[in-house]
T-cell receptor, first 119, second 115 residues
């Protein structure tokens, strides 16, 4: 079984500054994907960034980057140069895969962190 | 590329009535998920299909909820009879099983209010 914990129910940041959202997870799988999703008030969930657990290099997508610590089972999201459009609920999620990268099992989400961006 | 389509967007029913939600995944996506999201919480997986088969339905309240995936494509989720605590957004998502695209792509959801 997998569990995902987001310990920060709410976070806030000033526009143009940097914020880090925390996520820890527990899994018995050796291979898995990790994701950060964003859910704006319109509620459609969209992918922000993904990380394959076998890769040591942290994923980066423009202003979004992760700090993946496999031994600590930690997967934090850093948002640089925050923009008003970044305001949303952010979810961390995990998906087990086999050694060949084929997914199986449950896509499990954390409880979410509400991010407020102040102008 | 067309996204995941869900209907209806909104539904209001009285308790003990029945309701059905429909989902059309992205073409070629073998995996289809139904999630229940209560306001302010993370999505809770109700059922996960891979093609026609069920991967996980451990959190589906089977006494009142049912789901099917026709020919490995479209899916319907039914609640009968509905309870007040079923008020939530029901999200459908789909994904590939391998490689880039294993992330789930979500529809806009159906907001269900049970009164």
């Amino acid at each position: 079984a997998q569990t995902v914990t987001q310990s920060q129910p709410e976070m806030s940041v000033q526009e143009a500054e940097t914020v880090t959202l925390s996520c820890t997870y527990d899994t018995s799988e050796s291979d898995y994907y990790l994701f950060w999703y964003k859910q704006p008030p319109s509620r459609q969930m969209i992918l922000v960034i993904r990380q394959e657990a076998y890769k040591q290099q942290n994923a980066t997508e423009n202003r979004f980057s992760v700090n993946f610590q496999k031994a600590a089972k930690s997967f934090s999201l850093k948002i640089s140069d925050s923009q008003l459009g970044d305001a949303a609920m952010y979810f961390c999620a995990t998906l087990p895969t086999n050694a060949g990268g084929t997914s199986y099992g449950k896509l499990t989400f954390g409880q979410g962190t509400i991010l407020t961006v102040h102008p | 590329e067309a996204g995941v389509a869900q209907s209806p967007r909104y539904k209001i029913i009285e308790k003990r009535q029945s309701v059905a939600f429909w989902c059309n995944p992205i073409s070629g996506h073998a995996t289809l998920y139904w999630y229940q999201q209560i306001l302010g919480q993370g999505p809770k997986l109700l059922i996960q299909f891979q093609n026609n088969g069920v991967v996980d339905d451990s959190q589906l309240p089977k006494d009142r909820f049912s789901a099917e995936r026709l020919k490995g494509v479209d899916s319907t989720l039914k609640i009968q009879p509905a309870k007040l605590e079923d008020s939530a957004v029901y999200l459908c998502a789909s994904s590939l099983v391998r490689g880039w695209g294993t992330e789930a792509f979500f529809g806009q959801g159906t907001r269900l209010t049970v009164v």
